[in-house]
T-cell receptor, first 114, second 110 residues
Framework: GAVVSQHPSRVICKSGTSVKIECRSL??????MFWYRQFPKKSLMLMAT?????????EQGVEKDKFLINHASLTLSTLTVTSAHPEDSSFYIC??????????FGQGTRLTVV | SQQGEEDPQALSIQEGENATMNCSYK?????LQWYRQNSGRGLVHLIL?????REKHSGRLRVTLDTSKKSSSLLITASRAADTASYFC??????????FGAGTRLTVKP
């Protein structure tokens, strides 16, 4: 299967700082990438849909100024958590869609804000 | 390697038939979840089964979990054309980090 690389896998940051998470499709072009967040003991929540070259589509309740998404190329999407707070601590995972039929997931990022 | 490997990779059936998809994993888990994804859309959570549960039902969905074999199955009964989608299993380990498999592409022909 195709590979989506997500980096970093774990990050600890101080309150008020920003953290960038990268999601790269290594061997295919992903016109669409999805960003998810998992709250403790809950299922994944879709945060936003990212399309190359256009603005991301955010789900209801997700602050677009808080979670900045940039899909700069067909192989890279980034999620920046701005002015992070402890409540932003979570597991974030991305997936890249190939050809509208297949999705491949990154390894996820465990963010801890202290 | 990724936790959670589904098989088959692709499954094509007629409307009304049952569809069974399997998922195997390697390490101990806290729970296992099944998701569905339609083309161009995000994941939709279907069902969560905890490590101490063996079977769960939700409508036309039936999920089993065998922790001794480190495997799970998703059964969709009386399939419909609208069930056509990709189905993923995801395992959550004790630290709650999730791992996804490659998915099963289900096609239900009308």
């Amino acid at each position: 299967g195709a590979v989506v690389s997500q980096h970093p896998s774990r990050v600890i940051c101080k309150s008020g700082t920003s953290v960038k998470i990268e999601c790269r499709s290594l061997d295919f072009q992903a016109t669409t990438m999805f960003w998810y967040r998992q709250f403790p003991k809950k299922s994944l929540m879709l945060m936003a849909t990212s399309n190359e070259g256009s603005k991301a589509t955010y789900e209801q309740g997700v602050e677009k100024d808080k979670f900045l998404i940039n899909h700069a190329s067909l192989t890279l999407s980034t999620l920046t958590v701005t002015s992070a707070h402890p409540e932003d601590s979570s597991f974030y995972i991305c997936s890249g869609e190939r050809g509208n039929t297949e999705a491949f997931f990154g390894q996820g990022t465990r963010l801890t804000v202290v | 390697s990724q936790q959670g490997e589904e098989d088959p990779q692709a499954l094509s059936i007629q409307e009304g038939e049952n569809a069974t998809m399997n998922c195997s994993y390697k390490t101990s888990i806290n729970n296992l979840q099944w998701y569905r994804q339609n083309s161009g859309r995000g994941l939709v959570h279907l069902i969560l089964i905890r490590s101490n549960e063996r079977e769960k039902h939700s409508g036309r969905l039936r999920v089993t979990l065998d922790t001794s074999k480190k495997s799970s199955s998703l059964l969709i009964t009386a399939s419909r054309a609208a069930d056509t989608a990709s189905y993923f299993c995801a395992t959550a380990s004790n630290n709650n980090d999730m791992r996804f498999g490659a998915g099963t592409r289900l096609t239900v022909k009308p």
